[in-house]
């Protein structure tokens, strides 16, 4: 499975923006994608994630209310419409995806396949 990841670019605090990842290849046993992020000088995170069947999705707290998570089963694609940013979610943004366990995992050694990040950088 190849992701690829698009849509950062730079914009302004309080902006919006709409990131997309495509998997392509063998996605018939994905079971969840999510976001992850890695800031200047930080560890990457988790941010969002959406099981495949059923569309369930869960966001950490610095997100919720701001972002939003979908996905297209027929397109193979998910998506991340981010509202209202701040300059601290300034990254590179990363989908990810994983076939071995139900549920969302957080943390990324749970996941299998990842695209090559796209930068979203807000202004103050």
């Known amino acids: 499975v190849q992701l690829q990841a698009s849509g950062g670019r730079l914009v302004q605090a309080g902006g919006s923006l709409k990131l997309s990842c495509a998997a392509i290849?063998?996605?018939?046993?994905?079971?969840?994608m999510s976001w992850f992020r890695r800031a200047p000088g930080k560890e990457r995170e988790f941010v969002t994630g959406?099981?495949?069947?059923?569309?369930?999705?869960y966001y950490v707290d610095f997100v919720k209310g701001r972002f939003t998570i979908s996905r297209d089963n027929i397109k193979n694609t998910v998506a991340l419409q981010m509202n209202s940013l701040k300059p601290e979610d300034t990254a590179v943004y990363y989908c990810?995806?994983?076939?071995?366990?139900?549920?969302?995992?957080?943390?990324?050694?749970?996941?299998?396949?990842w695209g090559q990040g796209t930068k979203v950088t807000v202004s103050s």
């Open positions: 990810a995806s994983q076939n071995r366990v139900w549920g969302i995992p957080t943390r990324a050694n749970d996941y299998d396949y």
């Open positions: 959406i099981a495949w069947s059923g569309g369930g999705t």
């Open positions: 290849g063998r996605t018939f046993s994905t079971r969840a």
